[in-house]
């Protein structure tokens, strides 16, 4: 689950009543036996645990709430193939296959392929590559999750059909289950339903009050108002309190919360995550006045999430007493673009004497607004980090508008343009590539175009004209194409990226959450431990010993700026094997009951069995995002490959650049190396990328000057190998692979910047924090295009 969940255990009193509701639901019929009554009540307690749990849960934990529901509902009524299941959470694709077939991906054949080797896929992989034209058809439709599977395979068991799906269409797992949780659980337990506070209000009381988690742009603490005035509770009739904390506003909350207990008023006591040193004593009040109050006495919290699990700052005591509540603003640009306009009034858009540019510059804003705070969805192509733009960013940026247009004659674009992306939002970010994607979604909407009536938004919403008020919201429901990456500026693998991902963190969670005790395959399978065992021999296995740098050292003739990089990739890999061979031994013994397990030896077994690269090993490592297993082959791959360099200290006809701890010191030394033999003063050139239009297999020797690097990806767009330039992506192909690419260092003057589009380069598809350089890539269209696109190249994916 996300940072933002820690879950408690209800206390006995919540539980007690939660299980008590759910039989009172439970209509007694004189006609029902004893079976079907019993079923009855469980179906009613099992709905109710739920809607009391996903109440407090935001929608990206809930899905995962209840597929672990229905995973150990079916266990307990042994209606699932632990194998199955096991393949389906962990899949455990065979690494280093081609597909034979180009609608599935080396890694869905990988899954393919480990699929095929149980006895109920026996054949899948040649039944695919035989009758690839049906299978084509099923894997490219646009939901396959709603069609039959070919041939026989339609006749599989529904989680079968999911495990074949997981290996197909990683994108389509979050619709997949919601439909195999409708069809064991029922639909009752996926339809969407709106938070009915009044029915939360009843089940609270004295001594349970309701905590509510916030969301960035929702105040659920209106809708308390609301209620209360239905009630006759408000400010007017004295018996309504509301205390905002943070500003020293302890003692009156206190005494707020001692008036309503004892004459049965409301109190609502807002960002109390603020007042982390008083929590404490607000836990011990609230447990005196749940004894002995007005059974008219309520409270209303509200608090932020923790960023971490480990920011958690809120009492458990308090956690566990009160029902807690997520309420969460409408997700998608239509609602969000309404929802940014909902801030102005007929009266806001009349009150500039420059109405034409007002309202055009406004709702160009809104949209802006809109796209910033949606875009976050799609993960690190969307922005490299979260931030909390608000609705206060937007009505401050609209006063500066009236502002400005109020005092020149003309309307400084530039000035206004740079107060929005620099302050109001850019006052938020911390990331440059953010700051310059902010700037350029600026730089496309708010421009003199805007005004001649020939600017678009997004592909097939134009800038609307002169409108009245309830116009514009007409406009958005008449013309806003449906929800798309394209309002975004995004490609449509955007989102099947984003999709993809949130699948993976899906299963993993719900991994991560199966019983300690469980076995993998059917009935004798083999226990945790052994398969630990198992993986844990195999590592020590493959696992080489260490680099000699004594000895290596003494073979060097000359120590080029290369063969420094070397020695230092070396050592760091020395300090990584160590590590590795030194914990598994450790586990090795533990697990032979001759050494007593600790807790680094328990995260270490934990995190074989889940597939996860151990902490320690992380540590030490370089960034990845891949499961333990292909972690392995990576690391094998890269010891390969330094041992080969490291035959006879020559430069590599073509280096693989990813399999650098620090990428960029071998970059650096192609700039040191150059500058040497040129007599350049290294401050004043700079690295210059030439994509070829070969492979690596086509190179037998390095270049005279600089190097070819290879195994790069790019995200967000492809490159066009014959034109030689940057090209609009192919459907579903996420991460195209690179041409070699040829690095040298030329003079800063020298450097031809015309149709270049500055491509950040990352190790992993993280981004953020794994950037490493900037790479020149020629494009016939505008750089703006691939800046909203989120084109990258990556080192890994």
């Avoid at 179906?43 to 597929?67: H, M």
């Avoid at 923790?306 to 566990?320: F, K, N, R, T, V």
């Avoid at 991560?512 to 076995?519: A, N």
């Avoid at 934990?606 to 370089?622: C, E, F, I, N």
Wanted: with cysteine; proline share 5%.
């Amino acid at each position: 689950h996300s940072p933002a969940h820690k879950v408690h255990p209800p206390d006995q009193h919540l539980c007690r009543l939660v299980f008590q509701k759910a039989i009172q639901k439970t209509k007694a019929d004189a006609d029902e036996n004893l079976q079907q009554r019993v079923v009855s009540l469980i179906d009613n307690i099992t709905f109710s645990v739920y809607q009391y749990t996903t109440r407090g849960l935001f929608e990206c934990d809930k899905l995962t709430y209840i597929t672990q529901v229905t995973f150990q509902t079916l266990m307990m009524n042994q209606e699932i193939n632990a194998a199955e299941l096991d393949f389906l959470l962990r899949y455990p694709a065979q690494s280093n296959v081609l597909s034979p077939v180009d609608f599935l991906s080396n890694q869905s054949w990988g899954g393919i392929k480990t699929l095929s080797l149980m006895e109920e896929f026996c054949n899948l992989d040649r039944d695919i590559e035989g009758s690839a034209k049906h299978w084509k058809k099923f894997v490219d439709s646009e939901c396959p999750e709603k069609e039959k599977f070919p041939q026989a395979w339609k006749n599989k068991s529904s989680l079968q059909k999911l495990c074949m799906m997981r290996a197909m269409r990683p994108d389509r797992m979050t619709y997949a289950m919601r439909d195999f949780v409708e069809e064991k659980l029922g639909s009752k337990y996926v339809v969407g339903r709106a938070l009915d506070l009044s029915t939360s209000l009843e089940e609270s009381g004295s001594a349970t009050p309701m905590f509510f988690i916030l969301s960035p742009g929702v105040d659920p603490l209106k809708d308390v108002e609301k209620e209360g005035k239905k009630l006759g509770y408000t400010f007017n009739n004295q018996n309504f309190h509301n205390v905002s904390l943070g500003q020293g506003q302890e003692v009156v909350a206190e005494a707020a919360l001692d008036l309503a207990a004892k004459n049965g008023h409301w109190v609502i006591l807002q960002n109390i995550h603020l007042v982390a040193k008083w929590l404490g004593s607000l836990e011990k009040k609230l447990e005196q006045h749940s004894k002995s109050s007005h059974h008219e006495f309520r409270v209303f919290m509200s608090a932020e999430p923790a960023a971490s699990p480990d920011g958690h700052i809120i009492p458990q005591g308090i956690l566990e007493n009160s029902i807690k509540i997520t309420n969460e603003p409408p997700m998608g640009m239509h609602a969000k673009l309404h929802k940014a306009l909902d801030n102005f009034t007929q009266n806001t858009l009349e009150m500039c004497t420059r109405e034409t540019e007002f309202k055009s510059i406004l709702f160009a804003l809104c949209y802006f607004h809109a796209v910033v705070a949606e875009r976050h969805k799609f993960g690190p192509q969307g922005w490299n980090r979260t931030y909390p733009f608000n609705t206060g960013d937007l009505t401050i940026s609209v006063n500066v508008l009236y502002n400005f247009l109020e005092a020149n004659a003309k309307v400084p674009y530039d000035d206004l343009r740079y107060l929005f992306g620099e302050i109001m939002y850019g006052g938020h970010i911390t990331d440059n590539w953010d700051r310059r994607l902010c700037r350029t979604y600026l730089e496309e909407f708010i421009k003199p175009e805007m005004l001649e009536g020939e600017m678009f938004l997004a592909p097939g919403f134009p800038m609307p004209g002169n409108m009245d008020y309830n116009s514009y919201h007409q406009f958005i429901d008449d013309m806003l194409p449906t929800e798309s990456p394209y309002l975004y500026g995004l490609h449509p693998n955007a989102e099947i990226g984003f999709l993809t991902h949130t699948a993976e963190k899906l299963f993993h969670t719900v991994l991560e959450m199966q019983p300690r005790d469980s076995q993998d395959g059917d009935g004798g399978g083999i226990t945790r431990e052994e398969k630990v065992k198992a993986f844990l021999d195999e590592i020590l296995e493959k696992i080489t010993e260490e680099f000699n740098i004594a000895e290596l050292m003494a073979r060097v003739e000359e120590r080029t700026p290369y063969v420094v990089v070397t020695f230092q990739e070396c050592e760091r890999m020395n300090l990584l094997i160590r590590e590795i061979q030194h914990s598994l031994k450790e586990l090795d013994l533990s697990l032979k009951g001759e050494l007593t397990m600790t807790s680094n030896m328990e995260s270490l077994q934990r995190a074989l069995y889940l597939d996860t690269v151990p902490a320690s090993w992380a540590k030490k490592a370089y960034p990845s995002t891949a499961g333990l297993a292909s972690w392995i082959v990576d690391l094998l791959t890269r010891i390969k490959e330094l041992e080969r360099w490291m035959g006879d200290f020559a430069l590599p006809s073509a280096v693989w650049l990813a399999g650098f701890f620090n990428p960029q010191s071998f970059l650096t030394a192609i700039m040191q190396s150059m500058a040497h033999k040129n007599k350049w003063p290294l401050d004043k050139i700079a690295l210059q990328c030439e994509v070829t239009k070969k492979n690596r297999e086509d190179f037998s020797s390095p270049p005279r000057e600089g190097a070819y690097i290879y195994g790069l990806f790019m995200e967000g767009a492809c490159w066009d190998t014959q034109a030689g330039n940057i090209t609009e992506a192919r459907l579903k192909d996420l991460t195209p692979l690179m041409p070699v690419i040829f690095i040298k260092a030329v003079p800063v003057d020298k450097q031809d910047n015309r149709n270049i589009y500055p491509c950040p380069v990352y190790k992993t598809c993280q981004r953020g924090p794994t950037y490493i350089w900037t790479f020149g890539l020629k494009t016939k269209e505008a750089p703006s295009k691939w800046v909203l696109a989120g084109v990258a190249l990556l080192l890994q994916i």
